[in-house]
């Protein structure tokens, strides 16, 4: 039997990866440091609900990716998300509509990651630290010290910087990837126990150290006692505050949605921060993925396109495109 190829990242583009390769009858083998898949489109359950603390919704502009949602619609995987939307800005809080079709993973965002995932072999809480060329194939190290493999091919599905690590064996590609700097976004995830008095479903924001606020509970399928809200600092503001105690997140990013929402905001019930050190790249790139087809060893990910959902799964299916067509 041949070595099955190893995918290190089980976020929308590794899986993307995954499932392109199965389809053309490869086997393999995925690694994540975390306990579960969807990197950034992650979801958090809470004494709240499950609450999306990453990508909020994702448009699908590529006729590919649009073809593959309406067929995770069919499965029950993602539905249209259509909220009733605002900007706010120094000229205050206006409506905002637009006939844009937006899809949320139903009834979370993680549920499209742990939907492609299904059975296929994973290894979570698995940080790999090193990939290295045996005399035919490929190994992977971990932070616990254990060796894994072998394998026939290596794709790297994380954010740029940590791919860059990762690259060594391949300088040119490891170059390009640290190339890529990538953002930060302090997330706060707020529950309040009377349901807020704002029309607000989703908010995108000027000149404030946030850039947009959600109403969790609007999106479909979300079951939640609490009127949840999710709200996203700037790249800018996230980076001033990279340190700073998730309380004092909480506390300066609930005062500024109290001060742009335009109703009365009581104490939140339930709140919690997460730091996103690698957010988005800050700038976009056109590689689709990078590959070095002879050593077999591929890298994928948001930061090869656009930095956002559809970036990452067409990024994951080029690396799969360009490893088969070399087999
Ligand atoms: P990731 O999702 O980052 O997956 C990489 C995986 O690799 C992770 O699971 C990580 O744990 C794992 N990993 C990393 N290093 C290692 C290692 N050494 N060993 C093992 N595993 C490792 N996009 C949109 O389209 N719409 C939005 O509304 C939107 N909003 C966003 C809001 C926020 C706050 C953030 C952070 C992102 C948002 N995005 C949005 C961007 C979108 O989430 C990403 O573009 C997309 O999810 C990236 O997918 P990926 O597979 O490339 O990377
Ligand atoms: P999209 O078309 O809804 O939004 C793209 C951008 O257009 C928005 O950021 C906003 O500035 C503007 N916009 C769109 N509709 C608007 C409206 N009705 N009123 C006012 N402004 C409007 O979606 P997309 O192109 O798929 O982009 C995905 C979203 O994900 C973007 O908002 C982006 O900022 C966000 N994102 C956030 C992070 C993060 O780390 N916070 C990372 C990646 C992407």
Redesign the pocket.
């Known amino acids: 039997m041949t070595a099955p190829i190893a995918i290190?990242?089980?976020?929308?583009?590794?899986l993307s990866a995954a499932q392109a390769l199965i389809a053309a009858g490869q086997n393999v083998e995925l690694?994540?440091?975390?306990r579960g898949?969807?990197?950034?489109?992650a979801s958090k359950r809470t004494d709240a609900g499950s609450v999306d603390?990453?990508?909020?919704?994702?448009?699908a502009r590529d006729r590919r990716f649009a073809e593959v949602v309406q067929q995770w619609r069919d499965r029950g995987w993602v539905a249209e998300w259509s909220p009733s939307l605002y900007n706010a800005s120094e000229g205050g809080l206006l409506p905002s509509p637009d006939e844009q079709i937006r899809w949320v993973g139903t009834p979370r965002m993680s549920a499209i990651t742990r939907a492609l995932l299904g059975a296929l072999p994973v290894n979570f809480a698995?940080?790999?630290?090193e990939v290295f060329r045996g005399e035919r194939h490929w190994g992977l190290q971990d932070a616990e010290g254990l060796s894994h493999g072998p394998f026939s091919h290596v794709i790297i599905?994380?954010?740029a910087p940590?791919a860059a690590a990762?690259l060594a064996a391949a300088p040119k590609l490891a170059g390009a990837a640290a190339s890529v700097a990538m953002d930060p976004?302090w997330?706060v995830a707020l529950g309040f126990s009377e349901t807020l008095d704002t029309q607000v479903e989703g908010c995108f924001i000027q000149d404030n150290p946030l850039d947009w606020v959600a109403r969790n509970r609007s999106k479909p399928g979300r079951e939640s006692s609490l009127d949840t809200w999710v709200l996203?600092a700037t790249s800018n503001w996230s980076r001033q505050h990279l340190d700073s105690p998730k309380e004092a997140v909480i506390e300066q990013l609930h005062g500024a949605f109290a001060e742009m929402i335009g109703c009365a905001v009581p104490a939140p019930t339930f709140s919690l921060a997460h730091r996103?050190l690698?957010?988005?790249p800050s700038q976009a790139h056109q590689w689709g993925a990078l590959a070095d087809a002879d050593l077999g060893l591929y890298a994928c990910?948001?930061?090869c396109l656009s930095?956002?959902?559809?970036?990452?799964w067409l990024?994951?299916q080029e690396a799969a495109r360009r490893l088969l067509e070399h087999l």
Do not use: N
Request: with cysteine.
């Open positions: 290190i990242g089980t976020g929308i583009a590794g690694f994540d440091k975390s898949s969807g990197g950034r489109m603390l990453g990508a909020q919704y994702f448009t698995c940080r790999i630290t599905a994380t954010p940590q990762l976004t997330a996203h996103w690698y957010a988005r990910g948001d930061w930095g956002r959902v559809e970036g990452a990024s994951g």
